[in-house]
Nanobody, 126 residues
Framework: QVQLVESGGGLVQAEGSLRLTCAAS????????MGWFRQAPGKEREFVAA????????YYADSVKGRSTISRDNAKNTVYLQMNSLKPEDTAVYYC???????????????????WGRGTQVTVSS
């Protein structure tokens, strides 16, 4: 089992920045693709960013491309999401997700992820 804990969310003004952290425990994530998703009130969960196990491949939703960077430190069993130029429409609960061991590709499909954190709230004020 992999346990995921997100942190780094909060209240920020538009055009501000936040760095979300996903700390994994229980099992290594070094052989797993990892992703970030978000869900705003009244909306479905949506893909934000994903990264392959070695970090060589990354994917971003069009809505955050150019403003966000996903990265990972396998030695620390941690994944990050740096978000810049935040907009009010970025307001959501952000979830970290991990794929099964040896499923090392980055995926935008939430059905490819087997482990989820509880989320961290990001609120962007205008």
């Amino acid at each position: 089992q992999v346990q995921l804990v997100e942190s780094g969310g909060g209240l920020v003004q538009a055009e501000g920045s936040l760095r979300l952290t996903c700390a994994a425990s229980g099992r290594t994530i070094s052989s797993r693709g990892m992703g970030w998703f978000r869900q705003a009130p009244g909306k479905e969960r949506e893909f934000v960013a994903a990264i392959s196990s070695g970090g060589g491949s990354t994917y971003y939703a069009d809505s955050v491309k150019g403003r966000s960077t996903i990265s990972r430190d396998n030695a620390k069993n941690t994944v990050y999401l740096q978000m810049n130029s935040l907009k009010p429409e970025d307001t959501a609960v952000y979830y970290c997700a991990a794929r099964k061991s040896l499923y090392n590709g980055a995926s935008y499909d939430f059905r490819d992820y087997d482990y989820w954190g509880r989320g961290t709230q990001v609120t962007v004020s205008s």
